[in-house]
Structure formats: C-alpha cells, structure tokens
C-alpha cells in the first residue's frame, strides 16, 4: 500500500517561511520525478513545481519563482518544497505527487499517480 505523508504546513505572516516535506512509503523513489501543486478555496488544483529524478532539472510556476524552491532527498525518499516570501495569496492546500517517469514535462495532473493527503498553507496578512 502506498502512503504519500506530507508535513510542514501552517499559518505563518505575510513574509515569512515555510518547509514543506513529503515522503513516500511503501513504493520505490526509483525513477519517479515529483510536483507540487496547490489549490485554493473555489479554485482549480494548480502545478507549482516539478523536479526530476535525479535532481537535475526543475520547473516552477511563474506564481512562484524565485520564492519557493524545489528539493529531493532519494535516500530519505523525500521531497521538500522551501517557500519564503510567503504572501497571503499563497493560501491553499498544497499537495504532492509522484509521476511514473523521471523526467519533469510540464505538471499536468494526469501525469501524477500517487498524491499526498494535502497541508494547508496559510499565509496572513
């Protein structure tokens, strides 16, 4: 059975940070790059960021880049998201996911196969 444990989330100022971590148990990292995506109340589930198996290449929305940053820990079979400069527009469940490829190619949710139970991220004002 696998379980997608994420953890990190919370309320934090406008400004300020957050890491979020999501693991992965029960099915092998081999091969699997992984996203994040979020979504707000009344909106639709949106791709944040992507990283490849390996590490090596990463992809980011414009929303986010250059304030969150996209990391990978194979041997803790980890994914990390580190968001700073939070603003209050960044609100919203966040999850993460696996892709049975290890290459990130844009974040298309039917890309993704295995998800995480989602953290909710609130940023104030």
């Known amino acids: 059975q696998v379980q997608v444990v994420q953890s990190g989330g919370g309320l934090v100022q406008a400004g300020g940070s957050l890491r979020l971590s999501c693991t992965v148990f029960?099915?092998?990292?081999?091969?699997?790059?992984m996203g994040w995506f979020r979504q707000a109340p009344g909106k639709e589930r949106e791709g944040i960021s992507c990283i490849s198996w390996s590490g090596g290449s990463t992809y980011y929305a414009d929303s986010v880049k250059g304030r969150f940053t996209i990391s990978r820990d194979n041997a803790k079979n980890t994914l990390y998201l580190q968001m700073n400069s939070l603003k209050p527009e960044d609100t919203a469940m966040y999850y993460c996911?696996?892709?049975?490829?290890?290459?990130?190619?844009?974040?298309?949710?039917?890309?993704?196969?295995?998800w995480g139970q989602g953290t909710q991220v609130t940023v104030s004002s």
């Open positions: 996911a696996t892709r049975s490829f290890s290459e990130c190619s844009g974040l298309r949710l039917s890309y993704f196969n295995y």
């Open positions: 029960g099915l092998t990292f081999d091969g699997d790059a």
